[in-house]
Nanobody, 123 residues
């Protein structure tokens, strides 16, 4: 099982980026998919998740600015990031888990992790 994230880059504050993560090795339509991030010198933190039924979850820090979505036909999860701030600078990791219940979406013990993609927001 592999998760391949892409779409990171350098953007000015207020700009937008869309991250993509393609899953391979099995069908992920029944999996919860999500994103975590880790900024330099900080602990890894939850960003967003989407359940198999497309219910979405967001960290308070990104609510209203980020949108998560999934395309099961393409085994892909997306993270549309708008109104980016310098504090959004981090390596973003996509995750997948088959048995993630809603109350545990923010725990960083997902079964599968991608390699990370760097997002840098300049002020």
């Amino acid at each position: 099982v592999q998760l391949q994230a892409s779409g990171g880059g350098l953007v000015q504050a207020g700009g937008s980026l869309r991250l993509s993560c393609v899953a391979s090795g099995r069908t992920f339509s029944s999996y919860a998919l999500g994103w975590f991030r880790q900024a330099p010198g900080k602990e890894r933190e939850f960003v967003s998740a989407i359940g198999w039924s497309a219910i979405t979850y967001y960290a308070d820090s990104v609510k209203g600015r980020f949108t998560i979505s999934r395309d099961n036909a393409k085994n892909t999860v997306y993270l549309q990031m708008n109104s980016l701030k310098p504090e959004d600078t981090a390596v973003y990791y996509c995750v997948a888990d088959q048995n993630r219940v809603p109350k545990l979406v923010e725990r960083d013990d997902y079964d599968y992790w991608g390699q990370g993609t760097l997002v840098t927001v300049s002020s």
